[in-house]
């Protein structure tokens, strides 16, 4: 079946991936980019970087989440960045190709980080949209 008639029989998969298409637009011009992309010796955003970023991508758009920003990182690594409608509360999730981390910003508290996986998922939009 080809993706246009998938996307046809299925109009909520089209509206979960018209939801952050930019980002999932940005994300495959990541993975083209080479060595120095950006003329200081950063490293190419790794594939599995991108791949567990893509993962992620998907689940938020199905949960109905809007991904403000995505971007390279010097190492390798992709970050997303999810925040509240009222932009008050935020979390940014880093991939790198070894490990993922998150960090929460709320107004009025510290930074918070910690050891990502998928299991938090629900945990960090809950924490941003109460």
């Known amino acids: 079946m ?20 930019p980002i999932f637009q940005l994300l495959e011009e990541f993975s083209m980019l ?32 809007i991904i403000y920003h995505t971007a390279p990182g010097p190492n390798g690594e992709i970050m997303l960045d999810v ?14 190709p070894n490990r993922s981390v998150y960090i929460t910003f709320f107004k009025n508290e510290k930074p918070k980080q910690g050891l990502f996986d998928t299991t938090q998922l629900s945990f960090l939009l809950d924490s941003i949209n109460q």
Do not use: C, H, M
């Not at 080809?2 to 298409?21: F, I, M």
């Not at 060595?35 to 599995?48: C, F, I, R, T, V």
């Open 2 to 21: 080809g993706k246009t008639k998938l996307l046809k029989e299925s109009p909520g998969l089209a509206q979960e991936l018209a939801l952050n298409a």
């Open 34 to 65: 080479k060595d120095n992309w950006d003329g200081e010796e950063a490293l190419a955003p790794s594939k599995k970087a991108i791949e567990k970023a893509k993962k992620v991508a998907n689940l938020l758009s199905k949960k109905g989440q």
């Open 83 to 96: 925040r509240n409608k009222t932009k008050n509360k935020s979390f940014e999730i880093i991939f790198y």
